[in-house]
């Protein structure tokens, strides 16, 4: 085992001059890297032996301090700084701040050339790296007899603590807390903040983030604040095959992490990571099963009770039942690519369908739910007796509620709304099914403006689509608004919205005046235009409504 001590005995560093930190000397060197870039202290390991010109310390006595504490963290075994380059000598402040944290800090003399160091380092450390090994296929062995016994979460949590001697924190994409290794220790759990149903770990406190640093793929080290002192807390993002699955988090509240240790968390992530895939599976084999079950069910493939009670479901045939489809559209990073879009889209399903069914377990006892593709689908029951206005009443307080558990339970990079079909009884269910996915088709092109929408609203829509061909329906109000809308484009008017809310307002003057917030004057203009280039008189009833059919298939065909 290499030491900073046995290091400075060397013949080849007899020179070297210990400047501080005594108290680290018996610090075992695991490794050997050069910094010279404020930004690479992220790819640093525990035992590394740091060489720099001292070039990013320059002459700033924060940054000095900021980065020596850095090390500290990470659990750097010495630093073995060149000076008279860029820092022309070693200042006190950090020696006196090193000699605090027993970080060795080593004066290299002026001919030495950094490789050289390297070199010989390698060579001492050399057959440390076969003691490593064995000791990883060792600790990869008891993570896999964990998995292999289906100890979940907890247990990889647990077990992980064990190994590295500090707490364990498991958090999934979102930093929704999965487990933590200790629940006994309030210094972690006052931290986590209770959203719902979930904790999320305030990811916010560290401030110092790179962007995106869970592509990074190896541990950083930040300072965490537990009952107003700072511990190091080691955050190791975690991926399989390009996926990322999310956190292991390392609270260093008991020891520092060792190089074995690291060895173990590298080892603790693949078992998280695998465990997330069989859970991912599962969850996706039981929806499988339950969208081939409602599949059938609204598509009216089930066509009688008794065909319906031969499969094991808790549908309750005696209660009427309602559609409810959550369109989910993600608003990501545009650049992003189809396949990592595709995977990104999977995800937030899985993630969010498994969130939603447990807040819905004691909540909503006859509400049923199941996804496809980028949609929730979901049965509410409710009983036959209840008015129509109350069965109204139920179902939309019960979208709003699951609508804003979804919006609130995640990153805010998601768009969510509802439509909802008809209630109606069991057997009938797919009719409210096809009523939902209408108004969704009748949405297509438009602004969500709002976020739950009732078939009902849209059932003179829906006619018209449906008995109404698009040529039909072009030829239809070119007739009636061919010259005004040719006007309005020409001159960059406004006559045809005008026109809209002027027959939407029952021809009042004074109402369409203040719903356009414009001038009583200003629409008598605008009317007298109207009425110039329209080919019938707008005051005869039946051209009203003729109008009124006009520009909505003008809209629905747009």
Not at 53 to 65: A, C, K, L, T, W
Not at 154 to 165: D, E, R, S, T
Not at 384 to 406: C, F, G, Q
Request: hydrophobic fraction near 40%.
């Amino acid at each position: 085992m290499l030491t900073v001590k046995s290091f400075l005995q060397l013949p080849q560093f007899k020179a070297f001059n210990l400047v501080a930190g005594k108290g680290g000397l018996e610090n075992e060197i695991t490794g050997v890297n050069i910094l010279d870039n404020p930004d690479a202290s992220d790819w640093l390991s525990a035992g590394e032996l740091l060489i720099t010109s001292g070039y990013f310390f320059s002459e700033n006595p924060e940054v000095q301090q900021k980065f020596i504490q850095r090390f500290k963290e990470i659990n750097c075994s010495a630093i073995c700084i060149k000076p008279h380059i860029y820092l022309k000598e070693i200042p006190e402040s950090m020696r006196q701040l090193a000699e605090t944290l027993s970080l060795p800090i080593i004066e290299i003399p002026y001919g030495i050339a950094f490789s050289k160091i390297m070199n010989i380092v390698m060579a001492e450390i050399s057959g440390h790296v076969n003691e490593l090994n064995q000791a990883s296929l060792e600790i990869h062995s008891q993570f896999f007899e964990i998995s292999l016994h289906g100890g979940g979460m907890k247990k990889i949590a647990a077990g992980l603590a064990q190994m590295v001697h500090n707490p364990i924190i498991l958090v999934d994409t979102n930093w929704a807390v999965i487990t933590v290794s200790d629940q006994k220790q309030t210094a972690i759990t006052d931290i986590l903040k209770k959203v719902g149903d979930t904790f999320l770990f305030p990811i916010e406190i560290f401030t110092d983030l790179p962007t995106n640093f869970e592509r990074i793929q190896k541990p950083i080290t930040r300072s965490l604040l537990f009952n107003e002192v700072e511990y190091p807390c080691v955050i190791m993002p975690v991926y399989f095959d390009t996926i990322h699955y999310g956190f292991i988090l390392v609270c260093q509240i008991e020891q520092s992490l060792t190089d074995l240790d690291y060895v173990a968390l590298e080892n603790g992530s693949m078992a998280f990571a695998l465990e997330q895939m069989r859970l991912f599976e599962i969850e996706r084999t039981e929806n499988r099963i339950r969208r081939d079950f409602f599949d059938q069910l609204l598509s009216g493939q089930i066509k009688d009770l008794t065909t319906l009670a031969a499969y094991d479901t808790t549908i309750d045939p005696a209660l009427n039942y309602t559609v409810l489809i959550f369109s989910i559209q993600t608003t990501g990073n545009e650049s992003t690519s189809l396949m990592q879009k595709k995977q990104i889209e999977d995800r937030l399903m899985k993630s969010m369908l498994s969130s939603l069914t447990t807040y819905i377990a004691n909540r909503f006892p006859h509400l049923h739910v199941f996804s496809r593709k980028n949609q929730l689908v979901m049965l509410l029951g409710t009983t036959p007796t209840l008015s129509t206005v109350k069965t109204h009443n139920e179902v939309s307080d019960t979208a709003e509620r699951i609508r804003m558990y979804l919006e609130q339970s995640g990153k805010m990079d998601r768009e969510i709304f509802c439509t909802i079909g008809s209630t109606l009884p069991i057997l009938e269910l797919s009719r409210s099914f096809e009523e939902a996915k209408k108004v969704i088709h009748l949405l297509e092109d438009d602004e969500k403006e709002e976020k739950i929408y009732f078939f009902n609203d849209f059932y003179f829509d829906s006619f018209l689509v449906d008995s109404i061909s698009k040529e039909q329906g072009k030829a239809f109000y070119a007739h009636y608004l061919n010259p005004l809308l040719a006007y309005d484009q020409k001159n960059n008017t406004s006559f045809t919205p005008t026109l809209k809310a002027y027959l939407a307002h029952h021809l009042n003057v004074a109402t369409t005046s203040r719903a356009l917030f414009i001038h009583r004057n200003t629409l008598l203009y605008r009317i007298d235009k109207i009425k110039s280039l329209l080919p019938v008189d707008l005051e005869q009833e039946k051209n009203t409504f003729a109008l009124q059919l006009a520009l909505k298939l003008y809209d629905l065909h747009q």
